[in-house]
């Protein structure tokens, strides 16, 4: 697979459609990223999160999968997993520090490929656009799409790249509608706003969590309709929503 438009690696093409907010995350990740790494990887639950997301991009072995935002990296080794030695997979994040990380993580394994991009301009060409059919089987993206402007478009763009027949699946943590919810949705906001980049309105803004809600319905409801066969799970007493669709 040909990979272009990604930076190079002293970052200095790093300018992307969501502008200054993608620096601002990009400084923040930047410094958190070994703490990030931590929560990414022993966040109780959060191992089971992560297979269940592989599996759901039902990929068989020899398959290529793209994981745009990857961080760290916490899902690449259960996207190695499923596309065994054959397959190939692709991390595409646009913050270095957490990329270093991510290399580290799977310097063992030859089909794994971390490279700094922007999620909302995907280097993935589609091999054969007569047959609608994308290089990439499959494209995840965890925790990833509330920080994007424009959510429901990024998927958009995601659903065309794997072409029909493809699996897109998203995870993210929103509001939980469950009974419980006050206390889940009480502990939820802290967490929006303590890892939301200081520099950005969404810190600020008076309701945050009610912006984010509003990203994560765009960019799954977005998946729904450009998918035949979808699969919707909730975790973490429903803060977490796992979505994966078969493109039509
Ligand atoms: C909350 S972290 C999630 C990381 C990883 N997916 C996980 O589940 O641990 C969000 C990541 O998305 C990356 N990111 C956000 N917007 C991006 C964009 N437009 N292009 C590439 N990466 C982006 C950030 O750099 C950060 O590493």
């Known amino acids: 697979m040909t990979l272009h438009g990604f930076y190079g690696p002293d970052g200095t093409e790093s300018k992307t459609?969501?502008?200054?907010a993608d620096e601002d995350a990009q400084a923040f990740y930047g410094r958190w990223a070994a703490l990030y790494d931590l929560l990414a990887r022993r966040t109780p639950g959060i191992t089971t999160l992560r297979r269940r997301a592989a599996n759901a991009c039902r990929l068989e072995a020899g398959d290529t999968v793209v994981e745009m935002g990857c961080g760290t990296g916490a899902n690449l080794p259960y996207l190695r997993e499923a596309v065994g030695p054959e397959g190939t997979v692709i991390g595409i994040d646009f913050t270095g520090p957490v990329l270093e990380r991510a290399r580290a993580l799977t310097a063992g394994y030859d089909n794994v490929h971390v490279v700094r991009g922007d999620a909302t301009a995907p280097p993935i060409p589609e091999e054969d656009e007569a047959a609608g059919q994308g290089e990439a089987d499959a494209i995840?993206?965890?925790?990833?799409?509330?920080?994007?402007?424009?959510?429901?478009?990024?998927?958009?763009?995601?659903?065309?790249?794997?072409?029909?027949?493809?699996?897109?699946?998203?995870?993210?943590?929103?509001?939980?509608?469950?009974?419980?919810?006050?206390?889940?949705?009480?502990?939820?906001?802290?967490?929006?706003?303590?890892?939301?980049?200081?520099?950005?309105?969404?810190?600020?803004?008076?309701?945050p969590?009610?912006?984010?809600?509003?990203?994560?319905?765009?960019?799954?409801?977005?998946?729904?309709?450009?998918?035949?066969?979808?699969?919707?799970e909730t975790h973490a007493f429903g803060v977490v929503r796992l979505t994966g669709g078969r493109i039509e």
């Open 209 to 232: 969590v009610r912006r984010l809600d509003g990203k994560i319905d765009a960019a799954h409801g977005r998946l729904r309709e450009r998918s035949s066969a979808v699969a919707h």
């Open 17 to 20: 459609k969501g502008g200054g």
């Open 140 to 207: 995840l993206a965890t925790f990833v799409v509330g920080m994007l402007a424009d959510p429901a478009g990024a998927v958009d763009d995601w659903c065309d790249a794997v072409g029909s027949g493809g699996h897109v699946v998203l995870v993210n943590a929103a509001r939980s509608a469950e009974r419980y919810a006050p206390l889940v949705n009480a502990v939820f906001r802290a967490v929006v706003v303590l890892s939301t980049p200081p520099t950005t309105k969404l810190r600020y803004d008076p309701d």
